[in-house]
């Protein structure tokens, strides 16, 4: 079992950063690749970005390019997404995932609780 718990979520004002972070409580966080989502209130849930085991192949969904960045430290079994000029489009929970394969959308082996990144205009 792995229990992920995100934290680093909060209100900003557009334009604005904020840095997630996603604690794993598992031995060895590096045989699991990894990823963000995100659902906004009334929409589907929707990929942000994944990560492989090692950190070296990174996926970004479009609206996110070049505003987020997503990482890994496994000797600290933390993963994180940084997140710079918000929109208020991205408002909504954001989850971390982790599997064996990387994250999908339509599921995954283990998922956080999530937490809420509110983005005003």
């Known amino acids: 079992q792995v229990q992920l718990v995100e934290s680093g979520g909060g209100l900003v004002q557009a334009g604005g950063s904020l840095r997630l972070s996603c604690a794993a409580s598992?031995?060895?966080?590096?045989?699991?690749?990894m990823g963000w989502f995100r659902q906004a209130p009334g929409k589907e849930r929707e990929t942000v970005a994944t990560?492989?085991?090692?950190?070296?192949?990174?996926y970004y969904a479009d609206p996110v390019k070049g505003r987020f960045t997503i990482s890994r430290d496994n000797a600290k079994k933390t993963v994180y997404l940084q997140m710079n000029s918000l929109k208020p489009e991205d408002t909504g929970v954001y989850y971390c995932?982790?599997?064996?394969?990387?994250?999908?959308?339509?599921?995954?082996?283990?998922r956080g609780q999530g937490t809420q990144v509110t983005v005003s205009s």
């Open positions: 990560i492989s085991k090692s950190g070296g192949t990174t």
């Open positions: 995932a982790a599997d064996f394969t990387i994250p999908t959308v339509h599921g995954s082996a283990y």
């Open positions: 598992t031995r060895t966080l590096s045989i699991y690749a």
